[in-house]
């Protein structure tokens, strides 16, 4: 399994920079997670609009899905549009930015596997296990694991006892790193840490630790160290053009 990072960004892209993306390779599968802010052209740089084979979003803030309408307008206007895209997001995280065009303009271009957080999916390859996250808008953190490989991201999630479930044993673990050591109160209970993933992580057995949805103003290199105060392991921080590879016989 391939891990390509997009974006890590939260809330919205600093200068050069974009909000949470992932593209996860596996088997020839192409499944891009949480297309947000100025994702498109960083996926752009690897592959063709058409090669996506899925897309999968934990909720529906727009730095978390607003580039899933330039992707399915490069695959829809064109004079050989590929099949739809099949989208699997929370019940209506997607309305708004499907809504983005004239009615109808996009509607062959995708194809909605609306769920519930909670649910079990397949999506090609990866078996995908769900769950309900604390956050401001329903968010569905995922657990993919194909050939015996786990990747779990949380999205965007305040403290959940969900979560060392979600995380357990992961190869790698793409957790909410919003802040550094303190929420502010406004946003307490709905976002996490970098002190609270290096936590996680060692409670759940993770092997790599990524930290992601970095708030534009936080002192990177203070995340990283509050998140190895807790977790002894390899930890990055979610940047563009960042590649994790993990083959479960090489473990």
Request: hydrophobic share 45%.
């Amino acid at each position: 399994m391939r891990l390509k990072v997009l974006g890590g960004t939260g809330a919205w892209p600093d200068a050069g920079q974009a909000c949470s993306g992932y593209l996860v390779e596996h088997a020839g599968f192409r499944l891009l997670l949480d297309p947000g802010y100025a994702t498109a052209p960083q996926l752009l740089r690897w592959v063709r609009p058409e090669q996506v084979d899925a897309v999968y979003v934990t909720h529906g803030h727009p730095d978390h899905c607003a580039d899933l309408n330039p992707l399915l307008r490069a695959r829809a206007l064109r004079d050989d549009p590929p099949p739809a895209l099949p989208l699997y997001a929370p019940h209506g995280a997607l309305d708004v930015v499907l809504a983005l065009d004239r009615p109808g303009m996009l509607d062959a271009a995708y194809h909605r596997h609306d769920f519930e957080p909670g649910d079990s999916l397949t999506i090609g390859p990866f078996e995908a296990r769900t769950w309900l996250l604390p956050h401001s808008k329903p968010n569905a953190g995922v657990r993919l694991e194909a050939d015996g490989v786990v990747l779990a991201f949380t999205g965007d999630t305040g403290p959940s006892p969900h979560l060392k479930e979600l995380a357990q044993d992961a190869d790698v673990l793409i957790a909410d790193s919003s802040y550094v050591d303190e929420v502010p109160e406004d946003e307490r209970g709905t976002l996490f840490t970098a002190r609270e993933a290096g936590r996680l992580a060692t409670e759940a057995g993770v092997r790599r630790l990524v930290l992601a949805h970095v708030m534009p103003e936080t002192d990177v290199m203070a995340a990283l160290q509050a998140a190895s105060a807790g977790f002894a392991g390899l930890i990055e921080v979610a940047s563009i053009g960042l590649e994790v590879t993990v083959d479960a016989a090489a473990r």
